[in-house]
């Protein structure tokens, strides 16, 4: 079956910039959606579509996508976006299927 | 408010049953597409099966098929998982989620249920 890979850690400098990827042969097809999650918490989404917010999450999240890669960009981190961060998409083994990303830990040093 | 709400986690004993339950509010909740999601602790989640609003369309991960049952009971604004045969990988917590209705994205998470599967 298809998966998405992840990095498992990635850290930045507060205010600084950074970029989580996901790789898979299924985001040449769908768009990935991107959720945070942080200890003890439910995840919140926070990237859906070709580069939209829910209503809530700050406009330092953006992303998007190219060939079989998809990327989450944070422009700025704040100390609150320290988290988990998992990508996932639909499968085209069945409409209601679904792949997660092993995650992403983002450490804000 | 706009919530999900899981419910009927416990432990239970390898081989054994249990039905989870997802209560919905604050939304119309056959507008929409729903699913299971689970998280073993300290680990990444897992997919486990999804449901069309009005039943026609099931699909569950192939390490759930032929044990796990997704349905729904929308004059109830209900989500149930019912889980057979359980292991002790499924030990996790158990997330419902609402699929958006313009993408393929989940925007409404519950709080989980917790399965522990032990002897």
């Known amino acids: 079956s298809s998966e998405l890979t992840q990095d498992p850690a990635v850290s930045v400098a507060l205010g600084q910039t950074l970029r989580i990827t996901c790789q898979g042969d299924s985001l040449r097809s769908y768009y990935a959606s991107w959720y945070q999650q942080k200890p003890g918490q439910a995840p919140i989404l926070v990237i859906y579509?070709?580069?939209n917010r829910p209503s809530g999450i700050p406009d330092r999240f953006s992303g998007s996508r190219s060939g079989k890669t998809a990327s989450l960009t944070i422009t700025g981190a704040q100390a609150e976006d320290e988290a988990d961060y998992y990508c996932m998409s639909r499968d085209s083994s069945g409409y209601h299927q679904r792949l997660f990303g092993g995650g992403t830990k983002l450490t804000v040093l | 408010e706009v919530q999900l709400m899981e419910s009927g986690g416990g432990l239970v004993q390898p081989g054994r049953s249990l039905r989870l339950s997802c209560a919905a509010s604050?939304?119309?909740?056959?507008?929409?597409?729903m699913h299971w999601v689970r998280q073993i602790p300290g680990k990444g989640l897992e997919w486990v099966s999804g449901i069309s609003w009005d039943s026609g369309g099931i699909d569950y991960a192939d390490s759930v098929k032929g044990r796990f049952t997704i349905s729904r009971d929308n004059a109830k604004n209900s989500l149930f998982l019912q889980v057979n045969s359980l292991r002790i990988e499924d030990m996790a917590l158990y997330y419902c989620?609402?699929?958006?209705?313009?993408?393929?994205?989940?925007?409404?998470w519950g709080q989980g249920t917790m399965v522990a599967v032990s002897s």
């Open positions: 989620a609402r699929a958006s209705g313009s993408s393929d994205a989940f925007d409404l």
């Open positions: 579509g070709e580069n």
């Open positions: 604050g939304f119309t909740f056959d507008d929409f597409a």
